[in-house]
């Protein structure tokens, strides 16, 4: 695995919280914990085989086990 750069970093943090702000406009995310816990946890740490915007895409599924 590769660290990441500051860039990618900077990148992913506004790539979240675009998702997330997509989520609370969609209603999706309905209590402050939740959306909090979105903002924080880094989605694309647990799919390192797609790019950032595929991990922070809000309305596509991320496969991460075919077996």
Not at 13 to 40: F, K, N, Q
Request: net charge negative.
């Amino acid at each position: 695995m590769t660290e990441a750069t500051t860039g990618e970093l900077a990148q992913a943090a506004v790539l979240r919280d675009r998702v997330v702000d997509e989520l609370l406009d969609s209603g999706a995310i309905a209590s402050a914990p939740v959306e909090a816990a979105m903002r924080t946890v880094p989605r694309h740490a647990f799919a390192p085989e797609v790019s950032l915007e595929d991990a922070y895409n809000a309305y596509d599924a991320v496969v991460t086990k075919t077996d």
